[in-house]
């Protein structure tokens, strides 16, 4: 099993930053991609970003293109989102995610993500 556990949540302004990390334990071996979701109140879950185990190819939302930037850093077993130019709509819990894949792609389906995190409140007042 792998365990994943999210950081760095909280209040901030629109036009601000915050950045987001996540941590995973256990048998880590069997990571693959690692990805950001968010869950805003009475919406289902969204991707909004996704790194591929080796970290050389990236994909995102295209509401968060340009504003956020997810890396990775395997030998701590971390996986980062900076968030920039937040606006009130980002407002959500963000969740991390990983798969067993070691495909050069990650995916931006949540059905494909074997692991979650417990998940990291994101407020952005206006």
């Known amino acids: 099993q792998v365990q994943l556990v999210e950081s760095g949540g909280g209040l901030v302004q629109a036009g601000g930053s915050l950045r987001l990390s996540c941590a995973a334990s256990?048998?880590?071996?069997?990571?693959?991609?690692m990805a950001w979701f968010r869950q805003a109140p009475g919406k289902e879950r969204e991707f909004v970003a996704a790194?591929?185990?080796?970290?050389?190819?990236?994909r995102y939302a295209e509401s968060v293109k340009g504003r956020f930037t997810i890396s990775r850093d395997n030998a701590k077993n971390t996986v980062n989102l900076q968030m920039n130019s937040l606006k009130p709509e980002d407002t959500a819990v963000y969740y991390c995610a990983a798969d067993r894949s070691t495909s050069s792609y990650p995916p931006s389906s949540r059905v494909l993500y074997d692991y979650w995190g417990q998940g990291t409140q994101v407020t952005v007042s206006s």
């Open positions: 790194i591929s185990w080796s970290g050389g190819r990236t």
């Open positions: 256990g048998r880590t071996f069997s990571v693959g991609a």
